[in-house]
């Protein structure tokens, strides 16, 4: 089946604009987290979706957003962006919810100049 | 703050040698996982423990699980240059909102031949 699909791979942006990143997961998958990772803080917890609804969310400002669709899919959206929100963003899909493991896609890496 | 530390950060080893990887907390988890991931990539799924004291194998790859669900360690026998790459644990927590997963910051393994 197919695994967890994040576009764009790669963003460059400048300082104050918005942007907007996809994920859609492994069919079937219910539960879609984010991470911000970066060589500083590692992997950061954004914020999981379950069947459409904000199930968690980690400490990041309220720049920081996202949704999910009724078909899974999730959107994260980042607005004013500044640069230290240079990061692979990783989406990470499970079928019920975090306990036994995510299977991540390969990210989206976003520069902010 | 639920913290998960890793040891050591980064570990430098020639072909055949065998390594131990630790990952230590005061939380008690519901799971704890061991991933890979490799640059450019996100990381990929190597085994999830549940059970304290719970010993998994994956070929050359052994994952323990501490008694009191507290920590873990990996270790791999005769190391190859294809398991260079970042090792990555992380611990789900029960909480109100389902689970939270918490990551260490990773063990960069490099396998020389």
């Known amino acids: 089946k197919a695994g967890v699909t994040q576009t764009p791979r790669y963003l460059i942006k400048t300082r104050g604009q918005q942007v907007t990143l996809s994920c859609s997961p492994i069919s079937g998958h219910r539960s879609v987290s984010w991470y911000q990772q970066t060589p500083g803080q590692g992997l950061q917890f954004l914020f999981e979706?379950?069947?459409?609804?904000?199930?968690n969310k980690g400490n990041f400002p309220g720049r920081f957003s996202g949704r999910q669709f009724s078909n899974s899919r999730s959107e994260m959206n980042v607005s004013t962006l500044e640069l230290g929100d240079s990061a692979l963003y990783l989406c990470?899909?499970?079928?019920?919810?975090?306990?036994?493991?995510?299977?991540f896609g390969s990210g989206t890496r976003l520069t902010v100049v | 703050t639920q913290l998960l530390e890793q040891s050591p950060q980064f570990l430098s080893i020639q072909e055949g040698e065998n390594l131990t990887v630790y990952c230590n907390s005061s939380?008690?988890?519901?799971?704890l996982q061991w991933y890979r991931q490799e640059p450019g990539e996100g990381p990929v799924l190597l085994v999830t423990v549940v059970t304290g004291g719970e010993v998994k194998k994956l070929k050359r790859l052994t994952f323990q699980f501490g008694d009191a669900r507290k920590d873990s360690s990996l270790h791999i026998t005769a190391a190859q240059p294809g398991d260079t790459g970042l090792y990555l644990c992380?611990?789900?927590?029960?909480?109100?909102?389902?689970?939270?997963?918490?990551f260490g910051a990773g063990t960069r393994l490099f396998v020389k031949a």
């Open positions: 992380a611990g789900a927590l029960r909480g109100t909102g389902g689970f939270k997963t918490i």
């Open positions: 990470a899909s499970s079928l019920v919810g975090q306990n036994y493991g995510y299977t």
């Open positions: 939380s008690v988890f519901s799971s």
């Open positions: 979706y379950f069947s459409e609804t904000q199930r």
